[in-house]
């Protein structure tokens, strides 16, 4: 069974910095990604990276996130900088992994880490 292990979240005052990580039980996702949810709103897409090292951000979080990727340690990381209130939220790591013999997506998740930004 796959698993994704987040650590890093805490709370941290307007302006402040975090590092999110995400160990993985194994090396074989296509993608990695951090979703965060806030308490009444639906979980977005913050960040991605594909295993070539392809990053794509939501919007909101450009130039202030940057995630990375570690395939030797299949790790996964999100660093924040410039925090901001609104960025207060369960951060959660996702996997994909393609299934070349069943033409298909897997998808994994793991269990959330908090970020509170908060004077």
């Known amino acids: 069974q796959v698993q994704l292990v987040e650590s890093g979240g805490g709370l941290v005052q307007p302006g402040g910095s975090l590092r999110l990580s995400c160990a993985a039980s194994?090396?074989?996702?296509?993608?990695m990604a951090w979703y965060r949810q806030a308490p009444g709103k639906q979980r977005e897409l913050v960040a991605s990276?594909?295993?070539?090292?392809?990053?794509s951000y939501a919007d909101s979080v450009k130039g202030r996130f940057t995630i990375s990727r570690d395939n030797a340690k299949n790790t996964v990381y999100l660093q924040m900088n410039s925090l901001k209130p609104e960025d207060t939220a369960v951060y959660y790591c996702?996997?994909?992994?393609?299934?070349?013999?069943?033409?298909?997506?897997?998808?994994?998740w793991g269990q959330g880490t908090q970020v509170t930004v908060s004077s």
């Open positions: 990276i594909t295993n070539d090292g392809s990053t």
């Open positions: 194994r090396s074989t996702f296509n993608i």
């Open positions: 996702h996997g994909k992994q393609w299934i070349m013999t069943d033409l298909r997506w897997d998808d994994y």
